[in-house]
């Protein structure tokens, strides 16, 4: 019986978390993108996403990099998932292409990646 009711609990816990993050990173209600913010998107981020996120850059269809205004980009990540991959870095290959994103560790402190994030967000359809 104890032990059902663990289970029980840890499921319905489970299908919170679900809920909650069935959206997935999302710009905070009203914002608006700071201008410096774009800036530095665009100077270290648009090389390979794009000025808009769609990654219709060179590298972009290089590295068949998905496109960053679809809500399905932003399904699966959280603010901590999206900030390490970003200072770290990241290396894979998504159907026989190899992605890779270097790592902004020395370039950009954790709070600049995360506006940086927010901001990308913002550009969701
Ligand atoms: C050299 C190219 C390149 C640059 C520059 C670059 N990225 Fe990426 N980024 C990638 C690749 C490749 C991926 C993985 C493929 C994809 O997202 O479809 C990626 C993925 C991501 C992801 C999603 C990670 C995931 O798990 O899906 C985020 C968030 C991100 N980049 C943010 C940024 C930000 C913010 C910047 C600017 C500071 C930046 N990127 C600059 C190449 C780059």
């Known amino acids: 019986m ?7 609990s840890l499921l319905v816990a ?15 209600p009203g ?4 201008k410096k ?3 530095l998107f665009e100077a270290k981020c648009a090389s390979c996403h794009g000025d808009d996120g ?8 290089e590295m ?3 496109d960053m205004t ?14 390490k991959e970003v ?16 790592p902004f560790k020395d370039r950009l402190t954790p709070e600049q990646v995360d506006a940086l994030n927010i901001y990308a967000t913002s550009l969701k359809k």
């Open 2 to 8: 104890i032990r059902h009711l663990a289970l029980a």
């Open 37 to 39: 913010v774009k800036r």
């Open 64 to 66: 068949g990099i998905a």
């Open 87 to 102: 200072l770290e870095g990241l290396k894979r290959t998504v159907k026989g292409k190899e992605q890779e994103m270097k």
């Open 14 to 28: 489970l299908l919170i978390s679900q809920v909650l993050l069935a959206d997935g990173m999302a710009p905070p």
């Open 70 to 83: 679809r809500a399905a980009y932003w399904k699966d990540l959280t603010p901590e998932v999206a900030r």
């Open 54 to 61: 769609r990654a219709k850059t060179e590298l972009g269809l």
């Open 31 to 34: 914002y608006k993108p700071d």
